[in-house]
Every structure is written in structure tokens, then in C-alpha cells.
């Protein structure tokens, strides 16, 4: 009798502490006690998602979003996401355009109201047309509503910083401003003969590769074009604005033509190097300056990312020097209606791209934004109060779960409308 109770305490001890060490793998049931949801109306965020983006506004020194690039929805949430940030003193707003596309912006919209006006005016010049491909010459700002949120934020006189290399088709409103610097000097009217003659050349590369017709008109400009070449030497040594210009162009086609040979770790280079030109100036008379990014969903990652240490990882760096903190908040768009109206289920459309992110995918709702706290169901993890599948969807759901604080889901979106005249 002794014998068997000894047994059978043994056995309950043993199924009792296994029941106790036996954590819950996370599903959708516990995603769901870390999200929230909120709507936008007029500009303003209401719903219980709105206390998350105020405290990530009060508690953080930098926001790193990464967007959905090409969506409505990305720039309605900006807009109203921006009046937060400037309650909680954010002044800086880094872009992923070229500091000379920054400046430009910065020119376009002076004074704020000013702001749909002349990016309307301003794409309306330098957009190119061609066999229904459009290139544009500031990527992420040609659609109304992006001009819409930039207006908000300069009306909030958020400073921007311009990070990334000079876009592919920015050329040749950069030649302009390039022009622009000799206006009233003697070589004028030999470097507005010089531009006609480099621009009329790369037009034609640039419309050839539109057509399919040539792999990289960058290529073909550097090695054999020397209109391009007699013009870029025109602008005087002592003309410091005309050679930061061409600096910065030449290091972004060289990007560009490189880039299967591994030049991407350069451009994320020039990002982090351009970021902390503007940081380190500022930080001259700030002690914490507050930055809000705006870049795409991988290069806002806290961790390595394609390859790089991206500038959600050079923040998070930067934070943890400072003791601040650094928010990345990534995004999906798991609706977008389509040119007749029709709503596309992007779950299902990219079923590929998503299976193993089965358990967010009852947390988006069609009509509203849900922000899920990642940062929680990170402390969690290490808390050992649950723990990743030990399928093949560990690896991606770590590496999100690592990669962001917060994941956006938005609502059902669609392309934006652009601003410009046809």
C-alpha cells in the first residue's frame, strides 16, 4: 500500500510540474490581449489604438515607421500620427529621398499652405510618361495625400532631413537647381547651352530604358557620354553647393549601377552616414533630439536586415547610447480594393508571403487600423510566459517579433491619387 501511494504522488508530481513547465505557444488568443485598434476621421485618431501612438510618441527619442509604399492608407495614418509627434517635441523628420530631393521639399513647401500647390505643379514638370510606365522625381511624395501629411508636418515646422541616395529619375530637376547656382554669372548662358545639351542625351537613355529598350541608361551615361561630363565640369571648384549637387549624384548612379554587386551595404551606408550628419549637428544644442522616420518596412528593422545594419538598427544603437528609446513600428496591408472596387484579400493573394504569419492574420479588421505590441509578446518570450512554435514559423516570427516594437495592420486600402496634372 506504501508502495503504491509513494507511486502515485510520484506520478501526479511529475505530470503536475510538466503541466507547470509546459508554456503556451503563442496564437492569435494572445496577439489579440496586445493589440489594439483605432480609426481616423478628419485628421483625428480615436479608439482605444490611440493611447498605444501616444506613448510611443512620449516615450521614444526616435520613431522609425516602415511603410507600405504606394498606399492611402500609410500617408492618411501619417498625417494624423504627426500632431502627436509634435506634442511630444518631435522637430526632425528624415525621409527616404536624397538630401537634395529633401531640400527641394523644403523649398516646395515654404510657406506649409503652399504645399499640394507646388508638388502639384512640380510633378506635373518633371513626371515621365512612357509606354504606361511614370517615372516621378521624388519618390513617396507625387501622390495627393503625401503631400497632404508633408503639409502637416511643415505646418508643425518639423525640420526634414533628406538620408537616402538622390532617386534614379531626380536628374534632371537637380540639373535645374544645378543651373540654378551660376545665374548671373558669366559661364551662364555656356551652362544653360551645356545642360540642354546633357539633358536632351539622358532623356533619350532614360526613355529607352522605359521602353525595355536599354538594362541601365546610368551605365551608358558614366562611361560614354561626355555632354554629361562637359557639364558636370563647368560648375566651378569654388562652388560648393553645385559640388555637393554633383557629388551626391555621382554616388547615387554609382549605386544604382552596381547594385548586383552587393552596393546595397553602400547605399545603407550612405543613409546611416547621412542620418547622423543631421543628428550630430542638431545634437550640438539638443541633448536628445526627437526624429521621426519615415522609410520602408526593412529598413526600419531593429535587427540586421537585407544584408545590413539598417537605420532602424543605427537608432536602436543610438538609444541605447543615450538610455532613450527608439520605436520601430513595421506594417502590413492585408486589404486593397482594386480599380473597379473589388476587395483583395492580400493574406490570400500573397498566401506564400504570409503562411507563416497565420497567427496575425485574424487581427486585421477591413475598417479600421489594428497596432499589435510586439514589444510585449517580446517580454513575454523572455519571461518564459510563452513561447515561438518550433515549426518552420519560429524563424519569421522571430525575426518580426525582434525586428519591430509594434506591426501595423491598416484598413483596406488602394492607390493613392496623384498630384499632378495629366
Known amino acids: 500500500m506504501k508502495k503504491s501511494l509513494i507511486f502515485l504522488f510520484t506520478t501526479f508530481l511529475f505530470i503536475t510540474t510538466n503541466a507547470q513547465n509546459k508554456k503556451q505557444v503563442l496564437d492569435s488568443d494572445f496577439l489579440k490581449t496586445h493589440t489594439s485598434y483605432f480609426s ?19 516615450n521614444s527619442q526616435f520613431v522609425v515607421y516602415g511603410e507600405m509604399h504606394g498606399s492611402e492608407q500609410t500617408s492618411v495614418f501619417n498625417k494624423a500620427f504627426i500632431p502627436l509627434l509634435a506634442d511630444s517635441n518631435f522637430k526632425y523628420f528624415a525621409i527616404e529621398v536624397g538630401p537634395h530631393s529633401a531640400q527641394k521639399l523644403t523649398d516646395l513647401t515654404t510657406p506649409a499652405n503652399k504645399t499640394v500647390e507646388n508638388l502639384n505643379t ?3 514638370t518633371y513626371t515621365v510618361a512612357q509606354g504606361g510606365e511614370v517615372a516621378v522625381p521624388i519618390p513617396f511624395f507625387e501622390s495627393i495625400t503625401d503631400a497632404e501629411f508633408l503639409k502637416e508636418a511643415r505646418t508643425r515646422n ?4 533628406g538620408i537616402d541616395q538622390e532617386f534614379y529619375f531626380s536628374a534632371f530637376f537637380l540639373m535645374d537647381e544645378l543651373t540654378k547656382t551660376t545665374k548671373g554669372s558669366f559661364n551662364y548662358d555656356n551652362i544653360v547651352n551645356l545642360q540642354n545639351q546633357a539633358k536632351g542625351i539622358m532623356y533619350k537613355h532614360f526613355i529607352d530604358e522605359l521602353k525595355g529598350e536599354n538594362e541601365g541608361a546610368y551605365a551608358v551615361i558614366k562611361e560614354e557620354e561626355e ?24 554616388i547615387s548612379w554609382d549605386i544604382y549601377i ?3 554587386n552587393d552596393s546595397h551595404v553602400d547605399r545603407i551606408s550612405y543613409m546611416r552616414n547621412n542620418f547622423m550628419k543631421h543628428y550630430n549637428e542638431v545634437a550640438k544644442t539638443e541633448k536628445f533630439p526627437k526624429v521621426f ?10 535587427t540586421y536586415s537585407n544584408g545590413a545594419f539598417d537605420i532602424g538598427e543605427l537608432t536602436t544603437s543610438l538609444a541605447k547610447k543615450n538610455g532613450t528609446i527608439s520605436t520601430s513600428i513595421g506594417s502590413w496591408q492585408p486589404y486593397a480594393k482594386d480599380k473597379d472596387g473589388t476587395i483583395i484579400n492580400n493574406f490570400e493573394k500573397y498566401k506564400r508571403s504570409y503562411k507563416r504569419y497565420q497567427t496575425f492574420i485574424p487581427l486585421a479588421k477591413e475598417n479600421a487600423f489594428a497596432i499589435i505590441n510586439l514589444k510585449a509578446v517580446r517580454d513575454a518570450i523572455e519571461n518564459n510566459e510563452i513561447e515561438l512554435p518550433n515549426t518552420g514559423d519560429y524563424h519569421k516570427l522571430r525575426n ?3 525586428g519591430y516594437d509594434y506591426q501595423l495592420l491598416l484598413p483596406i486600402d488602394e492607390e493613392p491619387t496623384p498630384n499632378r496634372r495629366e
Open 40 to 58: 481616423i476621421n478628419n485628421n483625428i485618431i480615436s479608439g482605444e489604438g490611440r493611447k498605444t501612438l501616444e506613448t510611443i510618441a512620449k
Open 400 to 402: 518580426l517579433i525582434y
Open 258 to 260: 552596381n547594385w548586383r
Open 293 to 302: 522616420t519615415k522609410i520602408g518596412s526593412l529598413h526600419a528593422k531593429k
Open 227 to 250: 555632354a554629361v561630363k562637359n557639364y558636370f565640369n563647368a560648375f566651378d571648384i569654388s562652388n560648393k553647393k553645385a559640388q555637393a549637387i554633383i557629388k551626391d549624384l555621382k
Open 158 to 161: 518639423m525640420q526634414l532631413w
Open 122 to 124: 512640380f510633378n506635373t
